[in-house]
């Protein structure tokens, strides 16, 4: 069964950065994939995106704050979110999606989610 694990969250002012990590546990990732966040009474959404050659898509709400990347190896994908705002508070997840391109459908495989809080 994927397992998958999300760090790298926390407490950060407006205008901070941080950045997230995803690792697949015991193996590296074959597919792309997503990060999504989910506020309190929000549904979950998709924030970031990247294929296995390194296509990415982001939502409009990220787009120039927000960079999605993999390493190398094919073990980490990162979310590096710079300039944030109270409203990206939220836990974070991600997901390996069911195939390598960034249009791929999720998988059912979430991880526990990492909690990122803006404060202003």
């Known amino acids: 069964q994927v397992q998958l694990v999300e760090s790298g969250g926390g407490l950060v002012q407006a205008g901070g950065s941080l950045r997230l990590s995803c690792q697949a546990s015991g193996r590296t990732f074959s597919n792309a994939v997503g990060w999504h966040r989910q506020a309190p009474g929000k549904q979950r959404e998709l924030v970031a995106v990247?294929?296995?050659?390194?296509?990415?898509n982001y939502a409009d709400s990220a787009k120039g704050r927000f960079t999605i990347s993999r390493d190398n190896a094919g073990n980490t994908v990162y979310l590096q979110m710079n300039n944030l705002k109270p409203e990206d508070t939220a836990v974070y997840y991600c997901?390996?999606?069911?195939?390598?391109?960034?249009?791929?459908?999720?998988?059912?495989?979430w991880g526990q989610g990492t909690q990122v809080t803006v404060s202003s």
């Open positions: 990247i294929s296995v050659g390194g296509s990415t």
């Open positions: 997901n390996e999606r069911r195939g390598a391109s960034i249009y791929a459908h999720e998988s059912n495989y």
